[in-house]
Structures are given as structure tokens and as C-alpha cells.
């Protein structure tokens, strides 16, 4: 009985650190995709000379997480959550100084493998809340989850408004101002990535399957069966044919095919209106052409901006257990509905009002909003639409086409811009989420004349 408790105690030492540790790497790692998002557009009409250029960089960043998002889980299922995560933060510190790099040598091929880079740091931390529930009890595994979640939220808060202090962190070492962001940001994520290989010990994926062998095998009589009741490694498909398999589950589900819909739809409406967000904002604030002007742009703008993106991301994460809630206890169809009707709200207010900072930050903060409620429910219906035995397949199948659609959004969206306006892109954006809420509405009145099923 000694041991059976002692071993309990263990692991729930073991999952407080591990939550502890992530929570603490994605608040330092959080800090260089905020920064990414909100000068990332600037930089690179800065050193592209062109408007059309200025979704290239959200574009790479998320194209990249959504390319490397199933590699990264297949690194981490094999040598477990330490490796994968700190491979994911190690691209991101190289993408970091590279970044730094373009601003210096004026070179834009570098800012876009900068990004590729920062990208493959987001979808390690995307999979970083996964790691916080491998040993967690099933009653503690939202808790766990949510903790990591939130850090993430701090971090990507905190990224924007270091727009100003990184300025002057450049100035300091004698590099362009709109460097220093990414100075910061680099530090941040060498940190992250020192504290996850040195502290990541043991690793809970890895525990938590020697813990179900054990169980398996039946050694050591009392240990108790490890969270989630994980099994013991075994082969995994490779990248093709788990594609397949997901996307053939998904297809099976009427329900399913909406839930894809929703979180896809979200993400890229919410990626094509923020990667923008900021070139509007400067030349709002100074004067068209203001984006040309180089490094030295004006610090009330950066302040402007930095703000703006921040309650966006706040939008986006501080009301992610009300979501949860109104998705447990409103329903899942009604909360997308909710979602995308906020989506087309927040479009609305930022299009027509794109002459006031005020009205462009509002819109933000309801396109973050949107985007939660949307892809809170849309993730939820997801996993209660497909069996057991495809769910985990079927949620990386979703993340990874979640990155393909925001890159689709941010590449779309400079043109977009370049063509119609801010207003033009705000529609445009109108447009998709009206498609996957007409959907949504059927869904709805199919389901409460005939309860939804696969």
C-alpha cells in the first residue's frame, strides 16, 4: 500500500512541475509569436517595398506551424514531449534571429524563412497543452489544460506591447529599431527552450506509457493505471496514411464536416483580418505611405498597434472557459452560430469603421471573440463526431488544415487589401463566415427535427 500511494505521489509531483514548466515556456515562447503578428506585416512591406507583400509573413508563420504540426506530434510520439517541444522552440530561436538579421541586411527572403521559423514554434506550443494532460487525472485534465492555455495568452498579450521597449532595446545595440522587438523575443525563446530540456524530466508522455505497460504487463502489483489509460507505445501510421484516415472519418460525420467547417472557417476570417490589422492602423494614424517611410516609424503608432493587437489576443483566449461553458451547456451548433454571428459583427464594426482606431480595435476584440466561441464549439463537436479509435487523427487532421486556411487567409489578404481597401477585406471576410453560418443554421434545424448523428 507503501508503494501504491508513494507512486501516486510521484506522478502528481511529476504533473504539477510539467504544467508548471510549460506554463512558464509558453509565456517566454508566447512573447516571439506576438511580436511576429503585429510588426510582421510592416517588416514586410518595409523591405519588400510592396502592400501586396504584407500577408506574407502571417502567411509563412502559419503555413509553416500547419506543415510541421503532424511531424512534430510523430517527433514527440516516438522520443516523447521534451524532444518535440524543444525541436519546435529551437526552429523558433534560429527564426528569431533571423528575423533580426532581415531588418539589418534589408534582406526579405530572410524575414520569410524567419518566419517558417517562429511558425515552427507556434505548433510546438499548440501541442504544448497536450503534453500538460498525459499524466493528468480526469478530473484535473481541463484544469491542466486550461492553465497552459492561459500562459499561452500571457505571453502573446505581452509579445505586441514590447513593440516600444524593443525599439529601444535596438537603439541600445546599435541595431534598427524595429529589430529589438525580436532581440526580446529571441531571449524569450532561448529561455523557453533551456527550461523545457533541462526541466521536462521525466517526460510525462514517456512515464505515462511506462506506467501503462507496467499496468499492462501487470508488474508491480497497486501501481495505479496512469491518466487518460494510455497505452504502451506501439506503431503509428505515417503522415499519408493518417491523412486519410482523418479526413475519411470527418467525411462520415455530417456533424463533423460542420465542426471542420467552423474551426477552419474562424481561423481564417480572424488570421486575414488581424495580419492586416496593423499596416491599416499605420497609415490610419500616419498618412498614407507611412509604411514606406523604414525602421523609424512613429512610437505612437507602435503603441497603437501593440495595444490593439493585445485585445484582440485577449478577445481571442480571456473568455475561453465561458465558451466552454456556453458549449456544455447552450450546445454545440448554437455556440458556433453565436461565433460566427460575432465574426460577422466584428468584420462589420471594423470595416465601416475603419477610419477610427477605436471602431478597428473593437471589431478586433469581437473578432477574437468570434473566433473562441467558434472554435471552442467547432473543436468540441469534432471529437463527439467521430469514434474513439479516429479522434486523436481527426484532431491533428483539424489543426493542420487550421494553419493551411490561416495561411490562406494571411496570403489572400495583402491582395485583398492592395485591391478593395480595409473595408473590401472586412467583406470578404463577411462572406466566408456567412457560407458556414447559413451551414451552421440548417445543421440546427436538421438536428431538432431529427437529433444529429454521424
Given amino acids: 500500500m ?13 504533473q504539477r512541475r510539467t ?7 509558453q509565456v517566454l515562447g508566447g512573447i516571439g509569436t506576438g511580436a511576429t503578428v503585429s510588426v510582421g506585416s510592416l517588416l514586410a512591406v518595409d523591405l519588400s517595398g510592396s502592400t501586396a507583400w504584407a500577408g506574407a509573413v502571417a502567411t509563412i508563420m502559419t503555413l509553416g506551424a500547419a506543415l510541421v ?89 505581452a509579445g505586441p506591447n514590447l513593440i516600444q521597449p524593443g525599439a529601444v532595446v535596438g ?21 523557453a527552450t533551456a527550461l523545457l530540456f533541462a526541466g521536462l524530466r521525466p517526460d510525462p508522455l514517456l512515464l505515462a506509457r511506462e506506467l501503462a505497460a507496467r499496468q499492462a504487463d501487470g508488474a508491480g502489483a497497486g501501481t495505479p493505471q496512469p491518466p ?16 486519410v484516415r482523418g479526413l475519411r472519418a470527418i467525411r462520415q460525420s455530417r456533424a463533423a464536416v460542420l465542426a471542420l467547417a467552423a474551426v477552419v472557417g474562424a481561423h481564417a476570417i480572424m488570421v486575414g483580418v488581424m495580419s492586416m490589422t496593423p499596416l491599416h492602423l499605420q497609415e490610419l494614424v500616419a498618412g498614407p505611405g507611412a509604411s514606406h517611410a523604414g525602421h523609424t516609424a512613429s512610437g505612437d503608432v507602435l ?8 485585445l484582440h489576443i485577449a478577445g481571442m483566449f480571456a473568455l475561453s472557459p465561458v465558451m466552454g461553458l456556453l458549449t456544455d451547456k447552450a450546445g454545440r451548433t ?8 460575432t465574426l460577422m459583427v466584428a468584420v462589420a464594426v471594423a470595416g465601416f469603421g475603419q ?33 474513439q479509435e479516429s479522434r486523436v487523427v481527426v484532431q491533428g487532421v483539424s489543426d493542420m488544415m487550421m494553419g493551411i486556411a490561416g495561411a490562406v487567409g494571411g496570403a489572400t489578404s495583402g491582395l485583398i487589401l492592395s485591391w478593395t481597401g480595409y473595408l473590401g477585406l472586412n467583406l470578404a471576410g463577411g462572406l466566408v463566415g456567412a457560407a458556414v453560418l447559413a451551414a451552421a443554421l440548417v445543421t440546427l434545424v436538421a438536428h431538432r427535427r431529427q437529433p444529429l448523428a454521424g
Avoid at 19 to 25: I, K, R
Avoid at 303 to 310: C, E, L, N, P
Fill in 334 to 341: 448554437e455556440t458556433i452560430i453565436l461565433g460566427f454571428i
Fill in 2 to 14: 507503501a508503494r501504491t500511494l508513494n507512486t501516486e505521489i510521484g506522478v502528481r509531483q511529476v
Fill in 355 to 387: 477610419a477610427s482606431t477605436a471602431a478597428v480595435a473593437t471589431g478586433l476584440v469581437l473578432l477574437g471573440i468570434g473566433w473562441s466561441a467558434s472554435t471552442i464549439a467547432g473543436s468540441t463537436l469534432l471529437a463527439e463526431s467521430v469514434g
Fill in 228 to 243: 487518460g489509460n494510455l497505452q504502451a507505445a506501439a506503431p503509428r501510421p505515417g503522415f499519408g496514411s493518417s491523412l
Fill in 303 to 310: 503603441v497603437i498597434i501593440g495595444f490593439t493587437i493585445s
Fill in 171 to 191: 537603439q541600445a545595440l546599435g541595431l534598427p529599431s524595429m529589430a529589438g522587438p525580436f532581440v526580446i523575443s529571441g531571449a524569450g525563446l532561448v529561455l
Fill in 69 to 157: 504540426a503532424l511531424p512534430l506530434a510523430s517527433l514527440a510520439d516516438r522520443r516523447g514531449r521534451r524532444v518535440g517541444q524543444v525541436a519546435g522552440l529551437s526552429a523558433a530561436v534560429v527564426g528569431a534571429f533571423l528575423i533580426v538579421l532581415s531588418v539589418v541586411t534589408g534582406l526579405f527572403f530572410l524575414l520569410l524563412i524567419g518566419a517558417a521559423g517562429i511558425g515552427v514554434g507556434a505548433a510546438a506550443s499548440l501541442q504544448a497543452r497536450f503534453a500538460a494532460v498525459d499524466l493528468a487525472e480526469a478530473e484535473h485534465r481541463g484544469r491542466a489544460l486550461s492553465a497552459v492555455v492561459w500562459a499561452v495568452t500571457v505571453g502573446a498579450v
Fill in 19 to 25: 504544467v508548471a514548466l510549460l506554463s512558464a515556456a
